[in-house]
Nanobody
Framework: QVQLVESGGGLVQAGGSLRLSCAAS????????MGWYRQAPGNQRELVAT???????MYADSVKGRFTISRDNAKNTVYLQMNSLKPEDTAVYYC?????????WGRGTQVTVSS
């Protein structure tokens, strides 16, 4: 069974940084496309960043130049480095794995950015 466990969320002031981690198990990690999504109260879940099996990355326009997604296949972990955080980045951040044609989700980690 695929399991994704996020960590690294917390409270940070605007302009600060956080690094999220997502540890994956129950899959061949190198065969999974990985991503980060977020959901703010009252909003739909939205794409933040993805990284393919080959390491190709894609970002939402709102985070380009501030966030960096990366993966370590030896550690079965995907990361999201978030710099220059803004209050509008406040949300629950979810890890996603696209594996064998199915989406898998973690439970999320809260990120709160104070102004």
């Amino acid at each position: 069974q695929v399991q994704l466990v996020e960590s690294g969320g917390g409270l940070v002031q605007a302009g600060g940084s956080l690094r999220l981690s997502c540890a994956a198990s129950g899959l061949i990690f190198s065969s999974a496309g990985m991503g980060w999504y977020r959901q703010a109260p009252g909003n739909q879940r939205e794409l933040v960043a993805t990284i393919s099996r080959a390491g190709n990355t894609m970002y939402a326009d709102s985070v380009k130049g501030r966030f960096t997604i990366s993966r370590d296949n030896a550690k079965n972990t995907v990361y999201l480095q978030m710099n220059s955080l803004k209050p509008e980045d406040t949300a629950v951040y979810y890890c996603n794995a696209l594996y064998v044609g199915r989406d898998h989700w973690g439970r999320g980690t809260q990120v709160t950015v104070s102004s």
